[in-house]
């Protein structure tokens, strides 16, 4: 596809649970961006990845989260043992390189913890 | 204080008017910025990308961005219902990669 793909679109889980999200993105793009965007924090960065390595995992609001990406290209972010706080859409966006570069989003996956 | 604040409307304007987003920063090493149109369940969709001080023009959008007074603004000519949806600013340092998002503004633009 042309642009950034996530799935699921919507995941509703009990607490305690794991997830994994997963994104596409856009064919060449080296850079692979994780946000996370809730009502009364906005849109807040989680980590970087440049090729499949992660500089800035700095976002990370705790340990239960991780991520990975394979073959430069798929990522997945996984969430262990899931609290309600960490109800959000989460986004993932891509770039063609990393510095100075316009990042493009996908439609993000809405979670839900019960 | 955030580093990115921006008008937190909503703002309700008849179709055919021009809307006015407005954002401040407290970052002096912030280059590059963006507008982002974000739809009701969609993720952010990248309108306007530019680069330091100036305007750029594209359709009937135009980006102004004034770095001495740490302030920018997207305009919205001749206002269509399609253009109803919440803006997002956006900036980066240079050599940086991390983007700085303001709260977003929520704009309907009536029939």
């Known amino acids: 596809g042309a642009g950034v793909s996530q799935s699921p679109s919507n995941k509703v889980t009990e607490k305690g649970k794991d997830v994994e999200l997963r994104c596409d993105p856009i064919?060449?793009?080296?850079?692979l961006y994780w946000y996370r965007q809730s009502l009364g924090q906005g849109l807040e960065f989680l980590i970087y990845f440049q090729g499949n390595s992660a500089p800035d995992k700095s976002g990370l609001p705790s340990d239960r989260f991780s991520a990975e990406r394979t073959g430069g290209s798929v990522s997945t972010l996984t969430i262990q043992r899931t609290q309600q706080e960490d109800s959000a859409v989460y986004l993932c966006?891509?770039?063609?390189?990393?510095?100075?570069?316009?990042?493009?989003f996908g439609d993000g996956t809405r979670l839900s913890i019960l | 204080q955030k580093e990115v604040e921006q008008d937190p409307g909503p703002l309700s304007v008849p179709e055919g008017a021009i809307v006015s987003l407005n954002c401040t920063y407290s970052n002096s090493a912030f280059q590059y910025f963006m507008w982002y149109r974000q739809y009701s369940r969609k993720g952010p969709e990248l309108l306007m990308y530019t680069y330091s001080s100036g305007n750029k023009e594209d359709g009937r959008f135009t980006a102004q961005v004034d770095k001495s007074s740490k302030y920018i603004s997207l305009f919205i000519r001749d206002s269509q219902p399609s253009d109803s949806a919440t803006y997002l600013c956006?900036?980066?340092?240079?050599?940086?990669?991390?983007?700085?998002f303001g709260a977003g503004t929520t704009v309907t633009v009536r029939a």
């Open positions: 064919s060449g793009h080296t850079a």
């Open positions: 966006a891509s770039s063609y390189r990393d510095s100075n570069q316009p990042q493009h």
């Open positions: 956006a900036m980066m340092s240079s050599n940086d990669y991390k983007l700085s």
